[in-house]
């Protein structure tokens, strides 16, 4: 079993590296004014929301490298320039993809110690909290999808089995 969820994990890996670049590139349609726009959005817009994903991946991509660090500051703005902030996106996808091509069944049998934004400790296995991992990408890239179609931009065909195919639909 570990060996599928292995694959399946790395497969979640190459697709979230090329649903980020679909994204990504209908976000630059957008004027940098209407991506920082304020919005009815829990990171209060497109750029807020993708500074988010950042900042979740970094928080468990260094919990899965065995680094404690705390889940604060989920708002925060890493990068104000859109520009910088995509470079760092694919810098990050590209080490996701990395920490997917070394996973091992025993790092899969493993747990991780970490504490919430709450401050609660949590001591859960690496398999669930990677699922978490990507279906939190998922979710917010999703936010960002219907923000997206408020402002007016075509919006990306995202579907994991059409994003994954050689020539995938991009909307």
């Known amino acids: 079993m570990s060996d599928a969820l292995i694959a399946h994990f790395r497969r979640m890996a190459q697709y979230s590296t ?14 940098d004014a209407e991506r920082k726009r304020e919005r009815p959005a829990f990171f209060r817009s497109i750029h807020g929301t993708l500074n988010h994903i950042l900042v979740g991946d970094r928080i468990w991509l260094a919990r899965f490298a065995g680094r404690e660090v705390p889940s604060t500051g989920l708002d925060a703005i890493l990068y104000e320039d859109f520009d910088a902030l995509h470079a760092a996106r694919t810098a990050e996808d ?45 979710h917010h890239r999703g936010q960002v999808h219907g923000l997206l179609s408020h402002a007016g931009v075509p919006t990306p065909v995202l579907d994991l089995h059409r994003v994954l195919r050689p020539d995938p639909v991009r909307a």
């Open 94 to 138: 590209a080490r996701i993809e990395a920490l997917a091509a070394g996973l091992t069944p025993d790092f899969l049998a493993g747990s991780i110690r970490y504490v919430n934004n709450e401050g609660k400790p949590y001591d859960d296995p690496v398999a669930v909290l990677l699922a978490h991992f990507f279906n939190h990408q998922t």
């Open 18 to 31: 090329r649903a980020n670049a679909i994204l990504y590139a209908a976000c630059a349609r957008l004027p």
